[in-house]
């Protein structure tokens, strides 16, 4: 019998606190710059600040990109433009710093944690705190078997569930989710269209490095062979992600409840990680106010998943490589309107007028309500491996 009960997150997540989103809504509305000119902005702020409940909002300090890693079965198939198997070089294009995300990371000063679930690669070929964690070499192909077991899921799950705790335990106050894989856009549609209900056709895109024609024709009979085994397990989304997810999607769904749980706000990426979110939301429908969709990768399942979850995505930049690189150019947007929420000066006392240049902004100490202190993940009701 499972150990692990998706169903206790339902009751394990609550929403981001309202009261104090309404307290930050009234705080904007005092400030110098007319509610409304910064567009965007004023929402992501007071969504952060329902997240951390605290007004004024408190700057970002210690974000971290976490990207799973993993190679699926199917990318033998030719779904994907890139090599069956070949996810470990791209790793190690992140941990040399020379991929787009290692690079931006740097940039951004985002540290970067990589997470092999199921790459196929010596696991020796890998630093220690990377394959730790591996619950298989490489996820089976779904067009024909299952991504994994039941038990291998269930150790995904609860791996990214443990991961989530690290984080939050580290003091991390935003994650940037994405995944690194070969073959990873093949579950993440069929997941998305086995949950939205609808055919390969429409959720078939063409993958983050871009596939011809007849790849995508390839690509399509694979998800639609995929979906006629999905079906029949909708019921139960551990036993549907065993099916036709892989160990990096099942640990990423893991992950993104125990974030909620644990109030920490996540940047989703692109498809793969809006697949593992729609998962987790037909697990505890609460669970998507803490996330934040970072772009729109231009592919049709992840438009789909968004949609489903009523996400609108941030940027619209068309970035297909993955590696977190969409979410990781979201962190200035959410900084930036961090601080222009907490340090904006107030409007003067019965004038329209701003306030003059280099004024100091209106004093306040950030507030905790005392209604929502963070729950323990080590709980006795917490979910556990």
């Known amino acids: 019998m499972s150990s692990l009960i998706l169903d206790d997150f339902t009751d394990l997540i609550e929403r981001p606190d309202g009261g104090v989103r309404r307290d930050a809504e009234e705080r904007r509305e005092r400030q110098a710059v007319p509610p409304g000119a910064l567009g965007r902005l004023d929402d992501l702020a007071e969504w952060l600040s329902a997240a951390q409940a605290a007004v004024p909002v408190k700057p970002i300090e210690r974000p971290r990109a976490v990207l799973f890693a993993g190679d699926h079965g199917v ?16 790793v190690r294009g992140v941990l040399d710093g020379t991929s787009p995300a290692a690079v931006l990371a740097r940039r951004l000063e985002v540290p970067v944690r990589v997470v092999d679930m199921a790459l196929d690669c010596d696991p020796a ?61 093949t579950p993440a549609a069929t997941l998305i269209a086995a949950l939205c209900g609808t055919d390969a056709s429409v959720v078939t895109g063409r993958g983050g490095a871009p596939i011809d024609d007849l790849a995508w024709m390839r690509k399509c009979a694979a998800v639609r062979d995929a979906l006629r085994r999905a079906r029949p397990v909708l019921g139960d989304q551990l036993e549907l992600l065993a099916t036709v997810g892989g160990a990096d999607v099942a640990a990423m769904t893991g992950f993104l ?15 793969v990680s809006a697949a593992a979110a729609l998962v987790a939301q037909r697990v505890a429908f609460r669970a998507p106010d803490w996330w934040l ?19 609108e995505p941030l940027l619209t930049h068309g970035v297909k490589v993955g590696e977190g690189v969409g979410a990781l150019l979201a962190v200035p947007v959410v900084r930036a309107a961090a601080a222009l929420s907490a340090e904006l000066p107030a409007a003067a006392a019965g004038s329209e007028e701003a306030a003059e240049p280099g004024e100091p902004a209106e004093p306040a100490e950030p507030t905790e309500t005392a209604d929502v202190a963070e729950p323990s993940a080590k709980s006795s009701e917490a979910p556990a491996e």
């Open 75 to 90: 990318a033998g198939l030719g779904v994907s433009a890139r090599a069956a198997g070949g996810a470990a070089g791209l």
């Open 125 to 185: 070929e890998l630093p220690a705190e990377v394959a730790g964690h591996r619950v298989r070499r490489g996820s089976g192909r779904i067009d024909t078997e299952d991504a994994l077991t039941q038990e291998e899921a269930e150790r995904a799950v609860a791996a990214g569930i443990a991961l989530a705790d690290e984080e939050a335990d580290s003091g991390t106050d935003l994650i940037v989710l994405g995944d690194i894989s070969v073959g990873g856009t």
């Open 257 to 271: 409840l125990q974030c909620a749980v644990r109030r920490t706000p996540v940047i989703l990426d692109g498809v």
């Open 293 to 311: 969709a970072a772009h729109d990768s231009g592919e049709p399942a992840q438009a789909k998943a968004l949609d489903r979850m009523a996400l």
